[in-house]
């Protein structure tokens, strides 16, 4: 029994645990910081894999995040395409799905990194999935990062459209 138990706890601990480990402490620092929310669970939210998405959300990339058995917002992990290799990043969203926080995690280029400075990505912060912004024109460019600012800049928009699908079809 208590080996059974114990085989229980470890198996729900990694399956709700799927984003990099390594970055586990980082996110779950920028979750407390964004949403004032110090103990917190993860319920990774499965995504229908027939659902027509704009931006493909794997069953591993999406959450939700509880604080005492309330909703207190939703957390996206996932990544974009830079110029020769793929970034990631993390969308915290509020309980009504309006973006608190974003943040690059991982950046693997020699160029671009500007787009993880605090300042630039501050310029998604508030936007609702009703939103819609055109880079270089509601989000500043970055010289040196065209790739990667635009990749992302995308990403976010295919995400809050994906966001307003997935609420339709009380997935959220």
Do not use: C
């Amino acid at each position: 029994m208590k080996y059974a138990l114990l085989f229980l706890l470890i198996t729900f601990t990694l399956l709700s645990f799927t984003y990099p480990k390594k970055m586990g402490n980082k996110i779950n620092k920028e979750i407390k910081a964004s949403l004032g929310v110090e103990s917190f669970i993860l319920n990774q939210i499965k995504v229908d894999s027939d659902l027509a998405l704009p931006l493909r959300i794997e069953n591993e990339s999406l959450f939700r995040i509880e604080s005492f058995s309330k909703i207190s917002g939703y957390l996206y992990y996932g990544q974009a395409k830079g110029k020769a290799a793929k970034f990631d990043y993390i969308v915290i969203f509020d309980k009504d799905l309006i973006i608190a926080k974003i943040k690059l995690m991982a950046y693997r280029e020699s160029y671009g990194g500007e787009i993880g400075s605090v300042r630039w990505l501050k310029q998604f912060i508030g936007l609702t999935p009703k939103s819609s912004v055109i880079y270089k024109k509601d989000i500043a460019a970055i010289s040196g990062a065209t790739i990667s600012a635009s990749a992302l800049t995308r990403d976010v928009n295919k995400l809050l459209q994906s966001i307003v699908i997935l609420k339709e079809k009380n997935k959220l």
